[in-house]
């Protein structure tokens, strides 16, 4: 992903986060997102990254972050201990997505999570045309180095949603380097997506 594609998804998810919220970003990486959530929005977060150089660079911003696995579950976190779990361009990733999705809606009021669209037109015209596995500024690696495990689509994590009760309560698909916002044909125009979810318990 281009720092430029970053930069507005990270400005759509500081948009949607009230003042003062308790955050949980999981797989925050270097902590750029926690970062600007307690500058911007005077948010209480703190993080959770798996990798050795993404949790010592986010210390070295002053965050809080835990080297922890997600794939094994949010057992330290009591239920609805966070206004906000983020899960954003990590889903992907996963080896245990249903288990982390249900763990976030546990933990969190509510949740965000933030995806590239595999069934975005470019890919899949890309696809068509040179038979290769393509890549995209969402996911710019090739298939031998590529962090993905799921290759899934808006319509496949709606699907997904419906099937297991899980409420979307708004939806944001972006585009382009500027990253405009679409209302129609998201899965087939939409590089990036944005939901905000509540489970049916909460």
């Given at each position: 992903?281009?720092?430029?594609?970053?930069?507005?998804?990270?400005?759509?998810?500081?948009?949607?986060?009230?003042?003062?919220?308790?955050?949980?970003?999981?797989?925050?990486?270097?902590?750029?997102?926690?970062?600007?959530?307690?500058?911007?929005?005077?948010?209480?977060?703190?993080?959770?990254?798996?990798?050795?150089?993404?949790?010592?660079?986010?210390?070295?911003?002053?965050?809080?972050?835990?080297?922890?696995?997600?794939?094994?579950?949010?057992?330290?976190?009591?239920?609805?201990?966070?206004?906000?779990?983020?899960?954003?361009?990590?889903?992907?990733?996963?080896?245990?997505?249903t288990l982390v999705l249900e763990?976030?809606?546990?933990?969190?009021?509510?949740?965000?999570?933030?995806?590239?669209?595999?069934?975005?037109?470019?890919?899949?015209?890309?696809?068509?045309?040179?038979?290769?596995?393509?890549?995209?500024?969402?996911?710019?690696?090739?298939?031998?180095?590529?962090?993905?495990?799921?290759?899934?689509?808006?319509?496949?994590?709606?699907?997904?949603?419906?099937?297991?009760?899980?409420?979307?309560?708004?939806?944001?698909?972006?585009?382009?380097?500027?990253?405009?916002?679409?209302?129609?044909?998201?899965?087939?125009?939409?590089?990036?997506?944005?939901?905000?979810?509540?489970?049916?318990?909460?």
């Amino acid at each position: 992903m281009s720092p430029n594609e970053t930069r507005i998804d990270y400005d759509v998810i500081v948009s949607l986060v009230e003042r003062g919220a308790r955050v949980l970003d999981l797989g925050c990486g270097d902590g750029q997102l926690l970062a600007r959530l307690i500058a911007e929005k005077g948010a209480r977060g703190t993080g959770v990254e798996i990798s050795q150089a993404g949790v010592q660079a986010a210390i070295a911003r002053g965050l809080s972050v835990v080297q922890a696995d997600l794939d094994e579950g949010l057992a330290d976190y009591q239920d609805q201990s966070f206004d906000w779990v983020i899960l954003n361009q990590t889903l992907q990733s996963l080896a245990k997505p249903t288990l982390v999705l249900e763990e976030m809606l546990r933990v969190g009021r509510r949740s965000i999570v933030g995806l590239p669209n595999f069934g975005y037109w470019c890919l899949r015209l890309r696809l068509l045309l040179r038979g290769r596995m393509p890549a995209s500024r969402a996911l710019p690696y090739r298939w031998y180095e590529t962090p993905a495990m799921r290759l899934l689509t808006i319509a496949d994590f709606r699907a997904y949603c419906r099937e297991r009760g899980i409420r979307i309560l708004q939806e944001i698909f972006l585009a382009g380097e500027a990253g405009h916002r679409l209302r129609f044909w998201p899965n087939w125009r939409a590089e990036t997506a944005i939901f905000v979810l509540r489970g049916g318990r909460n």
